[in-house]
């Protein structure tokens, strides 16, 4: 199946630093690709949907100016965490899918927020 | 809160098969889905069904979808230890936007 990366896997900041995080699918192409955030014992909660070339799309109840997110290429989407507090300290997880081909959305492997 | 709902826990012996129930209140999904999560790790995509399908089989994994009562469920034959896992139960609309349950998790004893 096709594949998506996530960089950093880990990551342990103090509060009021910002930290990017990466996606990338790393064999196809995706106009867009989406962000989640799971809490520990529960469900992915859907944050946003970041599409190429154009403002990412969030959720009811997330900040846009707190999550940013950048899709410059096809193959990457960004997400910063701006000026981040414990609060935010959260498994990220990001999924893509192949343009024309989004019913199949494959998962990267999740970057684990600690925010001190 | 969240609109698809699985049971929370599933203990079963190895070698017996595994049942995972879910259920969802969309009428409109267009697709339904099982991922596969082990600990600290991101999802694996198992299998989907599109919701004009009642069953789907692949190798050990079998998903029924009873569309009237919406109703989904992921049977896994002769299940191992590797099976071990939180298993999601997820729909989509037309925008390819994932909804999930809870997950279940399942142990599978010796």
């Known amino acids: 199946g096709a594949v998506v990366s996530q960089h950093p896997s880990r990551v342990i900041c103090k509060s009021g630093t910002s930290v990017k995080i990466e996606c990338r699918s790393l064999d196809f192409q995706a106009t867009t690709m989406f962000w989640y955030r799971q809490f520990p014992k529960q469900s992915l909660m859907l944050m946003a949907t970041s599409n190429e070339g154009s ?23 960004t997400l910063t965490v701006a000026s981040a507090h414990p609060e935010d300290s959260s498994f990220y997880i990001c999924s893509a899918g192949e343009t024309g081909q989004q019913e199949t959305q494959y998962f990267g492997p999740g970057t684990r927020l600690l925010v001190l | 809160g969240e609109d698809v709902e699985q049971s929370l826990f599933l203990s079963v012996r190895e070698g017996d098969s595994s049942v995972i129930n879910c259920t969802y209140t969309d009428s ?44 989904l469920s992921l049977r896994i034959a002769d299940t191992q230890t590797g099976d071990s896992a939180i298993y ?10 994932l909804s999930f349950g809870a997950g279940t998790t399942v142990t599978v004893r010796a």
């Open chain 1, 55 to 77: 403002k990412a799309t969030y959720e009811q109840g997330v900040e846009k100016d707190k999550f940013l997110i950048n899709h410059a290429s096809l193959t990457l989407s």
């Open chain 2, 28 to 71: 409109s999904s267009t697709y339904l889905y099982w991922y596969k999560q082990e600990p600290g790790a991101g999802l694996q995509l198992l299998t989907y069904i599109f919701s004009n399908m009642d069953m789907k089989q692949d190798q050990r994994l079998t998903v029924l979808l009873n569309k009237k009562d919406k109703h």
């Open chain 2, 88 to 97: 999601f139960c997820a729909e989509t609309l037309n925008d390819y936007k």
